[in-house]
């Protein structure tokens, strides 16, 4: 089989690595890649927005599957261009990816479902919204509608700065059209988890829990990043968790939309917050979580080729999800100044230490190889990923791989996993 991946990040690299130990598979491109990626996938510099020609590129080269990481191409529609051509394709059609890219909608069918999320109110005019907040309970959280690179939802403390943030999103436009509309929402308290799931339109199946780490700094500090770092499982998902869950927002989900006429094919990623009522949902996302994904996937002992084929073919009832019984860790090393204004072009060193090192996994996001050797490409530049027995052993091996490699302006939080002390 030949296998096209779409994407360039740590969560394409883990997907390519899964997709790699399949016997079914004798060849992966990856479009566009990166340096890590490069060694088991031939990359294409087509970017993941170029439909046209990445769709050029699928039938030509006779690819037999095309899996797509990012959320933009998919709430592009990038799974409705490749279906169109006959490439069978993993990742939902744009009529079901909108369960990320409006958040409004998935609000919506959330109160329309009765699955259990925050308060809210959906405005398209800055006047009714800026009205509303005078009589609204503080914190409170303002979310662009559309995608906004993670960066689109604001906590407010204070009303002088949920006036801002209206102003910034619905007027200066600071996420573009995504703050056409503006959802505001009851803050939530409690731990968050992040559950993954495959569906087939139909069936539902939960892959293992894990837990990202989105702020910059030490200890939650600073501003909100893709992901700084993971674990797997959450020590806090418990099985009662797991079934008040299952039964009352995964399942009734992807009932929901299939009732609305956009079945859901693909990765359903719940992001979760454990309040005191019980587990809310506080965002959908329509592919795999990145750096989840680094930590999952290396815990699962099904062929992904097997389960990705049978959500596309609507068979995913036959399959049987089946995890390790172990815990894996993923730090996120960035350049100094991510999110922000950060530099690029550093040459990595030590990537070598990882050759032969079973459990322990160097995911590439911001690479590329230059004649200098492999350099820095991006704000987070790898995730370095180990396994264990438990959680605390499989941190431990992390932050020993963590010092294997270097490059100047390397920045990682120190803390990730901090959490497991307190379960
Ligand atoms: P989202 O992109 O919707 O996942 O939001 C980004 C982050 O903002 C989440 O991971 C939470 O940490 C936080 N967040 C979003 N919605 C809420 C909420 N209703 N209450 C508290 N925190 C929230
Ligand atoms: N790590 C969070 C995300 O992928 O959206």
């Known amino acids: ?16 690595y899964s997709v790699s130990l399949s016997p079914k598979v004798d060849k992966i491109f990856c479009c566009p890649g990166n340096a890590g ?10 970017k993941a927005m170029e439909f046209d020609r ?9 690819v037999d599957l095309c899996i797509i990481g990012p959320d933009d191409p998919l709430v592009g529609g990038l799974a409705d261009a490749m279906q169109e051509a006959k490439v069978p394709v993993f990742g939902p059609l744009k009529d079901a990816a909108i369960l990320e890219g409006s958040k409004a909608f998935s609000k919506d069918l959330m109160k329309k479902y009765g699955i259990p999320t925050s308060a809210y109110e959906v405005f398209d005019d800055p006047a009714e919204a800026l009205k509303y907040l005078d009589n609204a309970r503080f914190p409170i959280v303002l979310k662009a509608d559309g995608l906004a690179l993670g960066k ?11 006036r801002n943030g209206v102003k910034e999103i619905m007027l200066d436009k600071k996420f573009g059209t995504a703050g056409n509309k503006l959802v505001i929402e009851e803050f939530l308290k409690g731990r968050e988890v992040s559950v993954l799931t495959f569906c087939d339109g139909k069936t539902i199946k939960v892959m293992s829990s894990a837990q990202d780490h989105k702020r910059i ?7 909100n990043t893709g992901g700084m770092g993971t674990f797997s499982p959450s020590p806090f998902y418990t099985k009662k968790i797991d079934e008040y869950c299952r039964k009352n927002i995964y399942k009734p989900t992807v009932d929901a939309m299939q009732k609305e006429g956009r079945p859901f094919k693909g990765v359903i990623f719940f992001g979760l917050m454990l309040t005191e009522d019980g587990p809310k949902v506080l965002e959908y996302n329509a592919r795999f979580g990145d750096p989840e994904a680094q930590v999952v996937l290396i815990r699962m002992k099904n062929d992904i080729i097997d389960v990705i084929m049978a959500c596309i073919e609507g068979k995913l009832s036959r399959v049987k999800l089946e995890f390790e019984d172990n815990a894996a860790v993923c730090v996120c090393i960035a350049e100094n100044g991510y999110p922000v204004k950060y530099n690029k072009g550093h040459v990595i060193t030590g990537l070598e230490k990882f050759d032969g090192m079973d459990g322990y996994f160097c995911f590439h996001a911001g ?9 820095t490409n991006g704000g987070r530049v790898l995730g370095i990923t180990a396994k264990g027995p438990d959680l605390r052993q499989a941190r431990a091996n992390a932050y020993e791989a963590v010092t294997w ?13 901090k959490a497991i002390d307190e379960a």
């Open 54 to 62: 990445l769709v050029w590129f699928a039938k030509t080269n006779e």
């Open 152 to 162: 689109g939802v604001l906590i407010c403390e204070t009303l002088d700065q949920a």
């Open 367 to 375: 690479t590329k190889k230059s004649s200098r050797g492999i350099v």
């Open 37 to 46: 990626i490069a060694e088991i996938a031939e990359c294409v510099d087509i």
């Open 405 to 417: 490699v270097d490059f100047e302006g390397k920045y990682y939080r120190k803390d990730i996993g």
């Open 1 to 16: 089989m030949k296998v096209l991946i779409v994407g360039s990040g740590g969560r394409e690299h883990a997907l390519a």
């Open 217 to 223: 700094g030490d200890g939650d500090t600073g501003l």
